[in-house]
């Protein structure tokens, strides 16, 4: 939304009976007030409150009957490759893959990380036609520790891959990027998972990589808490979340804080769930309460300090962000956090590019449709492997999927992928 990273922070607004958070942030120059981020509460009351009564926000990802329905066919079939396809975008070469890569292939890995899943890896490849061609360029696995980091990594790698794209093109004397469209990507998706009973507390469930990258949040304090102390504070934490709606009693010293994802800037930030007045010469101490995807409790993490609210200066506004360069490829970046994730994918090392012959189809069997309803392209989930044929071979009979229920899908259409110089980039029998 901002060509420069907005400098954020989060305040809370006391008016005679009532307490108000806000969420603002600096960005080119202007304060912006979130419209996403806000909500009120009685002024006697604990922040708790702010986050209980915050709806989809604080719930997690809620899957509707029919995604659920989805979902169970997806495991049931083992399905890790999917396709995104629109055979109407040739307006633009990155106009549908830009489109995807902002919503659908971000709910689509989010939906992977429902059931017992702690992390998943994925790659992405765009078909690119171009003259009498399809260039196929495929990015490299990335592996995603936490739901929350979805959006940034697909983000980072759309971004190199279309970088790839418009560099191979420049170089190219036969075509340029007039001449070339983008209507399908391939998605190829590994779920990481757990067994249900092992996960109550879970010691491998990671923290946001925006949050591992700050200073303090992801270093313990250095009187750490023991484990039979930390199993008390759970169990409490769990009884009066469970109990009393987020009314902790007074006598429990510790500061607790939740977390919290701006639907408009996509920023996390670190939020008071519980403060504790402080009775000892020793300060409390500081957990971040940490959930998956559907919202349920997996474990707390021990803060090095408290977390306060402060609202960036003008000073700070003005100034110029700090620079990150990639020691290897020199690359700049504006967040750590996508730094990080670049050299994960080792500056792209291990992305390719290959192409497919004018006369050449690709024939995916036993496929799920999946209802434009849940997504804003048509998409696809492949359970076969592909088979590769020459035009003429065979005769595709099409029909309108969207007449098919996805749900009652036992075993799925036929998807060919062909090339540019065919009407269609998606045929079904």
Not at 94 to 110: I, K, M, N, Q, S
Not at 369 to 395: L, W
Request: charged share 20%.
């Amino acid at each position: 939304m901002f060509d420069d990273e907005p400098i954020s922070s989060f305040v809370f607004s006391n008016e005679k009976t009532t307490q108000t958070f806000h969420h603002q942030w600096f960005a080119q120059g202007q304060l912006h007030e979130c419209a996403t981020c806000y909500s009120c509460i009685d002024a006697d009351e604990p922040p708790s409150q702010h986050w209980l009564r915050g709806g989809e926000a604080s719930q997690g990802l809620q899957l509707t009957k029919q995604q659920q329905a989805v979902l169970d066919i997806i495991e049931a079939r083992q399905i890790e490759t999917f396709f995104f396809c629109d055979e109407s975008s040739k307006d633009k070469l990155d106009h549908f893959v830009g489109e995807t890569c902002a919503r659908g292939v971000p709910e689509l890995l989010r939906w992977m990380f429902q059931n017992s899943t702690v992390a998943v890896e994925f790659s992405l490849a765009c078909y690119v036609n171009a003259m009498d061609q399809v260039l196929i360029f495929q990015s490299g696995s990335l592996r995603v520790d936490h739901h929350f980091d979805v959006d940034e990594c697909v983000g980072v790698v759309y971004e190199m891959l279309m970088q790839r794209i418009e560099n191979y093109l420049n170089c190219s004397s036969e075509y340029g990027m007039a001449e070339c469209s983008i209507t399908r990507l391939r998605v190829q998706v590994k779920r990481i998972r757990v067994d249900a009973e092992s996960q109550g507390e879970a010691p491998f469930f990671a923290l946001p990589l925006q949050l591992q990258q700050e200073e303090g949040l992801a270093t313990p304090a250095a009187s750490s808490t023991s484990e039979a102390e930390l199993a008390s504070l759970r169990s409490a934490y769990l009884k009066h979340f469970r109990e009393c709606n987020g009314y902790f009693p007074p006598n429990m010293r510790v500061n607790l804080y939740g977390l919290q994802q701006c639907k408009t800037t996509k920023e996390l930030y670190v939020v008071p769930y519980h403060v504790s007045e402080t009775l000892q010469q020793l300060p409390n101490k500081n957990f971040l309460i940490l959930n998956n995807i559907m919202g349920q409790f997996r474990r707390l993490h021990e803060l090095s300090t408290p977390v306060k609210s402060v609202s960036p200066s003008r000073d700070s506004c003005s100034s110029p962000a700090k620079e990150l360069h990639c020691r290897r490829c020199r690359s700049q970046f504006s967040r750590s956090s996508k730094l990080h994730i670049h050299q994960k994918l080792r500056c792209g090392q291990d992305f390719s590019v290959d192409s497919m012959h004018a006369d050449i189809v690709e024939i995916y069997e036993q496929c799920l449709p999946i209802s434009r309803s849940v997504f804003q392209y048509a998409c696809y989930g492949i359970t076969k492997p592909k088979t590769v044929m020459r035009k003429g071979q065979f005769v595709p009979i099409e029909c309108d999927w969207r007449s098919e229920s996805s749900v009652k899908v036992q075993h799925g259409p036929c998807v060919v992928i062909s090339n540019a110089q065919h009407s269609s980039p998606c045929k079904f029998y």
